[in-house]
């Protein structure tokens, strides 16, 4: 339950960028923000690292939030499936990316910018699915912060070399 508070601290602390709220990615974090109060415990617990939770559908009033919950609970046991069976590779990547290109130098070159745009853009709601699964919601949130300082520098570098 201490892990559920301090969980919910950490989001209700996190600022999303507004030039960055329309990637999928931040949608999903200020969705989960903006849950009701009744949701947000089974989401935490289904996408708990260590899941060892139990739907206890038969308590819960009203037939569309158990259809509803089962739907959630099914995604999140699958997305935990996939977690833990990627590559230690790729584990490794998903919990170290923002750490590797932080001290990249910069300007980057072209190549790397595209990666990093590409990942940012079309790849970091999987990113986040497979990170909150392997290590909890507390440290995709500080990798998105550190990501989203890294995101902002890359932009600014961007304008002042058309500014050029």
């Known amino acids: 339950m201490e892990e559920f508070s301090s969980t919910l601290e950490t989001i209700s602390n996190y600022t999303i960028v507004p030039e960055l709220a329309l990637l999928p990615t931040f949608k999903v974090v200020q969705q989960f923000k903006s849950s009701p109060d009744f949701l947000m415990f089974p989401m935490f617990l289904t996408l708990t690292p260590q899941n060892h939770f139990t739907p206890a559908s038969s308590e819960l009033p009203d037939?569309?939030?158990?259809?509803?919950?089962?739907?959630?609970?099914?995604?999140?046991?699958?997305?935990?499936?996939?977690?833990?069976?990627?590559?230690?590779?790729?584990?490794?990547?998903?919990?170290?990316?923002?750490?590797?290109?932080?001290?990249?130098p910069h300007p980057w070159d072209d190549a790397l910018d595209h990666i990093f745009q590409t990942f940012w853009n079309r790849h970091l709601l999987s990113w986040l699915e497979r990170q909150w699964c392997l290590k909890g919601l507390r440290s995709c949130l500080d990798m998105l912060s550190a990501g989203q300082k890294l995101a902002k520098l890359v932009a600014l570098s961007l304008d002042l070399q058309r500014a050029a």
């Open 63 to 104: 037939r569309a939030i158990i259809r509803s919950m089962n739907h959630f609970i099914a995604f999140a046991n699958e997305a935990q499936e996939r977690s833990r069976s990627s590559s230690d590779a790729l584990k490794y990547a998903s919990q170290n990316w923002v750490v590797h290109l932080s001290r990249a």
